[in-house]
């Protein structure tokens, strides 16, 4: 696997301000995402498709724009860029084509316009949210020459999980409410860290007394469920997707 990219020196080729804009808009949608306004989520998934279409068109060119713009007609825009046969595969086929998909959830899903059969919700939510990872790690993919987990732990490691619910102080983090098992305050600590972190640090985060018990009771068994990756050898633990949508379904991001 590729060496990880330091979140600094992801997609800095692009002009600052496209660059800004692009990760703005995918931390909207996540944040929108993690606290269940589904409408505002989804209409970003317009936003992020202009943002991805500017740089691609962009690239084409040989002149990124300093700020992304919305064509005419993303779909008629999109089908220009298979044109483009210079470009890879996936700047010129599978992005444009996912572009579509996503644009046509915030157009004709009762998001961007009245009168749709469908209210915004939940199901097209978490489409627009992952549908925007993919396309954000296949632009760190391509420009960057990584694999596909490294692109992706890349983008995970730019989403802000600055969450009301989890108070950093002192290079610690602590879980404020007292409602939460042990188990559960685990799986929340590990959601608002990209990476893995070490046995230790996360036990001191928890505040867990006996480690014996907590590596048996919480570690082992969340392992055993898939909800994280626990390495015994290496003493490391981090968050699964499992785990992820765990946290999203049953755990309150906000205090």
């Not at 724009?65 to 007609?73: D, E, G, I, L, Q």
């Not at 483009?84 to 915030?106: D, F, G, H, K």
């Not at 915004?120 to 627009?128: E, F, G, K, L």
Request: charged share 25%.
């Amino acid at each position: 696997m590729a060496s990880p990219l330091p979140p600094s020196a992801i997609l800095a080729a692009l002009p600052t301000s496209l660059r800004d804009e692009l990760l703005a808009a995918l931390n909207t949608i996540s944040t929108n995402f993690r606290e269940g306004r589904w409408e505002p989520a989804e209409l970003n998934g317009g936003k992020i498709s202009e943002v991805v279409y500017s740089i691609i068109r962009g690239h084409a060119d040989g002149t990124f724009p300093t700020r992304s713009s919305k064509p005419p007609n993303m779909v008629a825009a999109c089908q220009r860029l298979e044109q483009e046969t210079q470009l890879p595969r996936s700047l010129r086929i599978q992005i444009p084509r996912m572009l579509v998909a996503l644009y046509e959830i915030r157009n004709n899903r009762g998001v961007g316009h009245v009168g749709s059969d469908v209210n915004p919700n939940h199901m097209d939510s978490v489409a627009v949210l992952y549908m925007s990872k993919w396309l954000v790690a296949e632009l760190v993919r391509v420009f960057h020459g990584l694999d596909t987990v490294a692109a992706s732990e890349a983008v995970d490691a730019l989403l802000e999980r600055e969450l009301q619910v989890v108070w950093s102080t002192g290079g610690k983090k602590r879980v404020l409410t007292n409602k939460l098992t042990l188990h559960d305050k685990t799986l929340l600590l590990l959601y608002s860290e990209p990476g893995a972190i070490t046995e230790a640090e996360l036990r001191g985060w928890v505040e867990a007394s006996n480690p014996s018990s907590y590596r048996r009771n919480v570690l082992r068994e969340a392992h055993k469920n898939k909800l994280l990756e626990y390495d015994e050898a290496a003493h490391t633990v981090r968050l699964s997707p499992k785990g992820a949508r765990y946290v999203e379904d049953n755990i309150a991001l906000t205090n």
